[in-house]
């Protein structure tokens, strides 16, 4: 997963952006939240007002733009395999929540957030930077933390797909290597001749 990261002023403008991105392939879903999805407002300008519910009112439109306290994590993988189950995302976008300080294990000092899927190889992370006290987060190594986060999963998945092919008795896939010499190419090699 790649992960990019954005600010909005308010979480009206964030899902109305997300809206877009969704309209191309009229797909745009709640797939996690900071409660249980089926508590939540179906209609999403509730659903926003209630994300927001701890942000501070700004003063004016032009302040408003100035701190953009809405944050967001788009995770992309690559759209040429095949997309990866939500939970993939889920586990994902709770680790970025937690190493960014956003949403740790402690409830209440956790911002809200959302986890929005949009289409089959996207998901954004949405979280009013606010928390219930009133303290904003400080958000200074977002991009780098959540990076090392996505690697670090990726390096997972790898790791358990070829433990995997190789309890399967199959070769697994050696990404961004030459595939291993036959048998006969080997011992051609060694004997110094071509085979």
Not at 2 to 18: E, G, K, N, Q, V
Not at 71 to 79: M, S, V
Not at 161 to 177: I, V, Y
Not at 187 to 192: N, T, V
Request: with cysteine; glycine share 6%; charged share 20%.
């Amino acid at each position: 997963m790649h992960p990019t990261i954005a600010r909005y002023a308010s979480t009206r403008d964030l899902f109305a952006a997300a809206t877009a991105a969704a309209q191309q392939q009229n797909r745009l879903r709640l797939i996690d939240a900071w409660r249980p999805a089926a508590d939540l407002p179906a209609d999403q300008m509730a659903f926003a007002t209630e994300l927001a519910a701890y942000l501070p009112p700004p003063a004016g439109p032009a302040e408003a733009l100035r701190t953009r306290l809405v944050w967001q994590c788009t995770l992309r993988t690559d759209p040429d395999a095949a997309g990866p189950a939500d939970h993939r995302f889920q586990e994902t976008a709770r680790r970025i929540l937690a190493a960014t300080g956003i949403a740790s294990e402690d409830a209440s000092a956790a911002c809200r957030w959302a986890l929005l899927r949009v289409g089959d190889y996207e998901a954004r992370l949405v979280a009013p930077l606010a928390r219930p006290d009133g303290t904003i987060v400080d958000t200074g190594r977002d991009r780098s933390l959540a990076l090392a986060v996505c690697q670090l999963a990726e390096s997972r998945s790898t790791s358990i797909s070829r433990l995997r092919a190789a309890a399967a008795g199959t070769p697994g896939r050696r990404t961004g290597l030459l595939p291993a010499p036959s048998p006969v190419v080997t011992a051609a090699a060694r004997a110094g001749r071509r085979p």
